[in-house]
Protein backbone atom coordinates (compact mmCIF):
# COMPACT_ATOMS: atom_id res chain seq x y z
CA UNK A 1 0.00 0.00 0.00
CA UNK A 2 1.25 3.60 -0.57
CA UNK A 3 2.01 5.65 2.06
CA UNK A 4 0.55 9.22 2.78
CA UNK A 5 3.83 10.87 2.78
CA UNK A 6 3.95 9.86 -1.33
CA UNK A 7 3.31 12.66 -3.77
CA UNK A 8 1.08 10.31 -6.43
CA UNK A 9 -2.34 11.22 -6.76
CA UNK A 10 -5.32 8.73 -6.58
CA UNK A 11 -5.71 8.61 -10.07
CA UNK A 12 -1.98 8.50 -11.11
CA UNK A 13 -2.36 5.02 -8.81
CA UNK A 14 -5.08 3.84 -10.49
CA UNK A 15 -3.95 4.45 -14.25
CA UNK A 16 -0.51 3.26 -12.81
CA UNK A 17 -2.05 -0.08 -11.97
CA UNK A 18 -0.42 0.12 -8.48
CA UNK A 19 -1.32 -2.12 -5.61
CA UNK A 20 -3.68 -0.03 -3.53
CA UNK A 21 -6.05 -0.61 -0.75
CA UNK A 22 -9.44 -0.15 0.50
CA UNK A 23 -12.65 -1.30 2.54
CA UNK A 24 -16.23 -0.91 2.01
CA UNK A 25 -18.43 1.82 3.74
CA UNK A 26 -22.30 0.25 4.54
CA UNK A 27 -23.15 2.57 8.11
CA UNK A 28 -24.41 5.79 7.68
CA UNK A 29 -22.10 7.16 10.38
CA UNK A 30 -19.06 8.69 8.89
CA UNK A 31 -16.66 8.14 11.92
CA UNK A 32 -16.33 4.85 10.30
CA UNK A 33 -15.03 6.80 7.44
CA UNK A 34 -12.64 9.08 10.21
CA UNK A 35 -11.35 5.60 11.46
CA UNK A 36 -10.60 3.97 7.76
CA UNK A 37 -8.55 7.65 7.34
CA UNK A 38 -6.68 7.34 10.21
CA UNK A 39 -5.90 3.82 9.77
CA UNK A 40 -4.22 4.15 6.27
CA UNK A 41 -6.75 2.91 4.24
CA UNK A 42 -6.06 4.39 0.46
CA UNK A 43 -9.58 5.08 -0.26
CA UNK A 44 -13.16 3.77 1.07
CA UNK A 45 -15.42 2.27 -1.28
CA UNK A 46 -18.89 3.80 -0.75
CA UNK A 47 -21.96 1.60 -1.04
CA UNK A 48 -24.92 3.34 -2.37
CA UNK A 49 -26.29 -0.22 -4.23
CA UNK A 50 -26.48 -2.05 -1.29
CA UNK A 51 -27.14 0.10 1.87
CA UNK A 52 -29.36 2.59 3.26
CA UNK A 53 -26.34 5.52 2.19
CA UNK A 54 -28.66 8.41 0.73
CA UNK A 55 -26.55 11.57 -1.17
CA UNK A 56 -26.57 13.40 2.44
CA UNK A 57 -24.35 10.24 4.28
CA UNK A 58 -22.44 9.88 1.27
CA UNK A 59 -20.97 13.56 2.16
CA UNK A 60 -20.11 12.80 5.38
CA UNK A 61 -18.07 10.40 4.17
CA UNK A 62 -16.45 12.32 2.32
CA UNK A 63 -15.53 15.26 4.82
CA UNK A 64 -14.56 12.53 7.17
CA UNK A 65 -11.86 10.89 4.98
CA UNK A 66 -10.84 14.00 2.93
CA UNK A 67 -9.92 15.15 7.05
CA UNK A 68 -7.45 12.29 6.36
CA UNK A 69 -6.28 12.63 3.22
CA UNK A 70 -8.35 9.56 1.90
CA UNK A 71 -9.82 9.07 -1.49
CA UNK A 72 -13.84 8.10 -1.54
CA UNK A 73 -15.42 5.58 -4.38
CA UNK A 74 -18.78 5.49 -4.95
CA UNK A 75 -20.98 2.85 -5.94
CA UNK A 76 -23.98 4.25 -7.53
CA UNK A 77 -27.23 2.01 -7.98
CA UNK A 78 -27.32 1.02 -11.54
CA UNK A 79 -28.44 3.02 -13.88
CA UNK A 80 -29.75 6.15 -12.15
CA UNK A 81 -28.40 9.20 -13.55
CA UNK A 82 -29.47 11.61 -11.05
CA UNK A 83 -27.78 10.22 -8.15
CA UNK A 84 -24.85 10.08 -10.44
CA UNK A 85 -24.85 13.60 -10.78
CA UNK A 86 -25.21 14.85 -7.37
CA UNK A 87 -22.40 12.17 -6.10
CA UNK A 88 -20.00 13.97 -8.53
CA UNK A 89 -21.27 17.52 -7.41
CA UNK A 90 -19.71 16.54 -4.23
CA UNK A 91 -16.32 16.00 -5.65
CA UNK A 92 -15.67 12.48 -5.27
CA UNK A 93 -12.18 10.67 -6.26
CA UNK A 94 -14.06 7.73 -8.26
CA UNK A 95 -17.29 6.40 -9.27
CA UNK A 96 -18.10 2.95 -9.53
CA UNK A 97 -21.15 1.67 -12.12
CA UNK A 98 -22.56 -1.80 -11.02
CA UNK A 99 -24.53 -4.35 -13.25
CA UNK A 100 -22.84 -2.79 -16.84
CA UNK A 101 -24.25 -5.05 -19.22
CA UNK A 102 -21.69 -4.95 -22.13
CA UNK A 103 -19.45 -2.17 -23.73
CA UNK A 104 -22.46 -0.22 -24.87
CA UNK A 105 -24.06 0.22 -21.77
CA UNK A 106 -20.52 1.11 -20.30
CA UNK A 107 -20.39 3.82 -22.50
CA UNK A 108 -23.34 5.36 -21.99
CA UNK A 109 -22.82 5.26 -18.27
CA UNK A 110 -19.41 6.83 -18.46
CA UNK A 111 -20.49 9.25 -20.28
CA UNK A 112 -22.42 10.73 -17.65
CA UNK A 113 -19.66 11.84 -15.96
CA UNK A 114 -17.93 13.40 -18.91
CA UNK A 115 -18.18 16.89 -19.82
CA UNK A 116 -19.10 18.01 -23.56
CA UNK A 117 -17.28 17.06 -26.06
CA UNK A 118 -16.33 13.78 -24.30
CA UNK A 119 -20.15 13.28 -22.82
CA UNK A 120 -23.44 14.31 -21.63
CA UNK A 121 -22.61 15.12 -17.70
CA UNK A 122 -24.64 18.67 -16.90
CA UNK A 123 -23.02 21.41 -15.53
CA UNK A 124 -23.58 22.34 -11.88
CA UNK A 125 -20.02 21.28 -9.71
CA UNK A 126 -20.58 22.39 -6.35
CA UNK A 127 -18.41 20.90 -3.80
CA UNK A 128 -15.86 19.77 -6.74
CA UNK A 129 -14.67 23.44 -7.41
CA UNK A 130 -14.61 24.14 -3.86
CA UNK A 131 -17.82 26.04 -4.47
CA UNK A 132 -16.72 28.41 -6.87
CA UNK A 133 -13.13 29.44 -5.17
CA UNK A 134 -11.41 26.95 -7.36
CA UNK A 135 -11.80 27.83 -11.54
CA UNK A 136 -15.21 26.29 -13.14
CA UNK A 137 -14.15 26.66 -16.76
CA UNK A 138 -10.54 24.50 -15.41
CA UNK A 139 -12.51 21.81 -13.88
CA UNK A 140 -14.68 21.64 -17.28
CA UNK A 141 -12.17 21.03 -19.09
CA UNK A 142 -9.71 19.74 -17.59
CA UNK A 143 -10.67 18.75 -13.34
CA UNK A 144 -13.67 16.13 -14.64
CA UNK A 145 -11.27 13.96 -16.14
CA UNK A 146 -9.16 13.50 -12.61
CA UNK A 147 -12.24 11.07 -11.49
CA UNK A 148 -10.85 7.32 -11.37
CA UNK A 149 -14.30 5.51 -13.06
CA UNK A 150 -14.88 2.04 -12.81
CA UNK A 151 -16.87 -0.52 -14.33
CA UNK A 152 -18.16 -3.86 -12.19
CA UNK A 153 -17.64 -7.27 -14.31
CA UNK A 154 -20.35 -8.92 -12.46
CA UNK A 155 -22.59 -10.37 -15.19
CA UNK A 156 -21.34 -12.72 -17.79
CA UNK A 157 -22.45 -10.67 -20.88
CA UNK A 158 -19.94 -7.68 -19.92
CA UNK A 159 -17.38 -10.99 -18.93
CA UNK A 160 -17.86 -11.80 -22.60
CA UNK A 161 -17.57 -8.30 -24.28
CA UNK A 162 -14.68 -7.01 -21.76
CA UNK A 163 -12.05 -6.76 -24.48
CA UNK A 164 -14.52 -3.53 -26.17
CA UNK A 165 -14.97 -2.16 -22.47
CA UNK A 166 -11.54 -2.29 -21.41
CA UNK A 167 -11.17 -0.05 -25.06
CA UNK A 168 -13.09 2.92 -23.50
CA UNK A 169 -10.08 5.32 -22.85
CA UNK A 170 -11.87 6.81 -20.60
CA UNK A 171 -12.53 4.03 -18.02
CA UNK A 172 -10.05 3.88 -15.99
CA UNK A 173 -10.65 0.08 -14.72
CA UNK A 174 -13.00 -2.70 -13.75
CA UNK A 175 -14.30 -3.98 -10.51
CA UNK A 176 -15.00 -7.74 -10.34
CA UNK A 177 -17.89 -8.79 -8.55
CA UNK A 178 -17.65 -12.65 -8.33
CA UNK A 179 -20.73 -13.32 -6.63
CA UNK A 180 -22.94 -11.42 -9.04
CA UNK A 181 -20.90 -12.84 -11.62
CA UNK A 182 -21.30 -16.54 -10.73
CA UNK A 183 -25.19 -16.01 -10.00
CA UNK A 184 -25.83 -14.86 -14.04
CA UNK A 185 -24.25 -17.93 -14.77
CA UNK A 186 -27.06 -19.59 -12.63
CA UNK A 187 -24.07 -21.12 -10.17
CA UNK A 188 -24.73 -18.44 -7.27
CA UNK A 189 -22.44 -18.46 -4.40
CA UNK A 190 -19.86 -20.78 -6.25
CA UNK A 191 -17.44 -17.72 -6.77
CA UNK A 192 -14.37 -20.15 -7.65
CA UNK A 193 -16.16 -22.46 -9.71
CA UNK A 194 -14.37 -23.25 -13.45
CA UNK A 195 -16.64 -21.66 -14.93
CA UNK A 196 -16.58 -18.17 -12.52
CA UNK A 197 -13.12 -18.71 -13.04
CA UNK A 198 -13.21 -18.79 -16.81
CA UNK A 199 -15.06 -16.11 -17.25
CA UNK A 200 -13.59 -13.36 -14.18
CA UNK A 201 -9.70 -14.27 -15.49
CA UNK A 202 -11.25 -13.30 -19.52
CA UNK A 203 -11.69 -9.95 -18.10
CA UNK A 204 -9.31 -9.43 -15.72
CA UNK A 205 -6.34 -10.16 -18.96
CA UNK A 206 -8.72 -7.82 -20.84
CA UNK A 207 -7.79 -5.26 -18.62
CA UNK A 208 -4.50 -5.96 -17.63
CA UNK A 209 -3.87 -5.97 -21.89
CA UNK A 210 -4.65 -2.15 -21.75
CA UNK A 211 -2.61 -1.79 -18.66
CA UNK A 212 -5.84 -0.79 -16.26
CA UNK A 213 -6.82 -1.24 -13.07
CA UNK A 214 -8.46 -4.90 -12.21
CA UNK A 215 -9.90 -4.78 -8.80
CA UNK A 216 -12.33 -6.69 -6.46
CA UNK A 217 -15.13 -6.35 -4.29
CA UNK A 218 -15.08 -8.70 -1.19
CA UNK A 219 -15.82 -8.75 1.73
CA UNK A 220 -13.31 -11.18 3.14
CA UNK A 221 -10.50 -10.83 5.17
CA UNK A 222 -8.97 -13.97 5.54
CA UNK A 223 -5.50 -14.52 4.47
CA UNK A 224 -6.76 -17.72 2.21
CA UNK A 225 -9.38 -15.55 0.08
CA UNK A 226 -7.32 -12.20 -0.23
CA UNK A 227 -4.05 -14.28 -1.54
CA UNK A 228 -6.64 -16.02 -4.27
CA UNK A 229 -7.66 -12.86 -5.46
CA UNK A 230 -3.80 -11.12 -5.34
CA UNK A 231 -2.63 -13.93 -7.33
CA UNK A 232 -5.62 -13.65 -9.93
CA UNK A 233 -3.82 -10.23 -10.39
CA UNK A 234 -6.00 -7.89 -8.92
CA UNK A 235 -4.02 -4.72 -7.96
CA UNK A 236 -6.87 -2.57 -6.17
CA UNK A 237 -8.26 -4.78 -3.57
CA UNK A 238 -11.71 -3.62 -1.58
CA UNK A 239 -11.56 -5.90 1.32
CA UNK A 240 -13.69 -6.22 4.51
CA UNK A 241 -16.89 -4.01 5.33
CA UNK A 242 -17.39 -1.62 8.44
CA UNK A 243 -20.20 -4.01 9.70
CA UNK A 244 -17.73 -6.63 8.89
CA UNK A 245 -14.94 -5.08 10.92
CA UNK A 246 -17.36 -4.28 14.14
CA UNK A 247 -18.22 -8.03 13.80
CA UNK A 248 -15.11 -9.92 13.76
CA UNK A 249 -13.61 -7.62 16.30
CA UNK A 250 -16.88 -7.85 18.73
CA UNK A 251 -16.62 -11.36 18.04
CA UNK A 252 -13.05 -12.41 19.10
CA UNK A 253 -13.49 -10.18 22.56
CA UNK A 254 -16.79 -11.79 23.29
CA UNK A 255 -14.85 -15.18 22.58
CA UNK A 256 -11.45 -14.55 24.35
CA UNK A 257 -13.69 -13.43 27.42
CA UNK A 258 -15.82 -16.22 27.67
CA UNK A 259 -12.87 -18.49 27.51
CA UNK A 260 -10.96 -16.72 30.33
CA UNK A 261 -14.16 -17.40 32.53
CA UNK A 262 -14.06 -20.94 31.35
CA UNK A 263 -10.79 -21.36 32.49
CA UNK A 264 -11.50 -19.93 35.62
CA UNK A 265 -14.58 -21.73 37.01
Do not use: W
Not at 95 to 104: G, R
Amino acid sequence: MQGKGDKMTIKEKVKSALPITGTHVNLLDPTVSDIFGVLGYDYIFVDMEHSAIDCEHVFQHILAAKANDMAVFVRVPADDTTITKRVLEMGIDGIIFPMIKDSKHAEEMIAQTLYPPYGKRGCGPKRAVKYGVASEPDYYKNGHLELCRFVMIELESAALDAENIAKNPFIDGCVMGFHDLSGSIGKLGDIFCEENLALATKAINAFKKEGKTVSISTYATDTETLTTYHNLGMNMISMGADYVHIVNGAKQALETLNKIRRQLL
